[in-house]
Nanobody, 123 residues
Framework: QVQLVESGGGLVQAGGSLRLSCAASGRTFSIYTMGWFRQAPGKEREFVAKISGSGGATYHADSVKDRFTISRDNAKNTVYLQMNGLKPEDTAVYYC????????????????WGQGTQVTVSS
């Protein structure tokens, strides 16, 4: 079981940037697909991006493609989400999660979530 802690959120103006981090415990971090999700007030949680265990494959939701980039550093057991060109509609609590499967990761029903990190984008 991987323990996850998200950080890096904050308040930023539209057009600004933030980098989120998700630190994972455990010695087998590199075998896990990692991903970011977000949940805005009054809305369901939605998939944002995923990255394979090696980092060789990534996939971003259409809503963030060309603005957000997921990456990972397996030596640091950390996955990142670089967010550029932020928009007010990106305001949400951002969560990371992990699974050994890559395919359909974005559709999994995860059993647990961390505390997330709040991102607020002002117009």
């Amino acid at each position: 079981q991987v323990q996850l802690v998200e950080s890096g959120g904050g308040l930023v103006q539209a057009g600004g940037s933030l980098r989120l981090s998700c630190a994972a415990s455990g010695r087998t971090f590199s075998i896990y697909t990692m991903g970011w999700f977000r949940q805005a007030p009054g809305k369901e949680r939605e998939f944002v991006a995923k990255i394979s265990g090696s980092g060789g494959a990534t996939y971003h939701a259409d809503s963030v493609k060309d603005r957000f980039t997921i990456s990972r550093d397996n030596a640091k057991n950390t996955v990142y989400l670089q967010m550029n060109g932020l928009k007010p509609e990106d305001t949400a609590v951002y969560y990371c999660n992990a699974d050994k499967r890559y395919s359909s990761f974005e559709n999994f029903k995860f059993d647990s979530w961390g505390q997330g990190t709040q991102v607020t984008v002002s117009s």
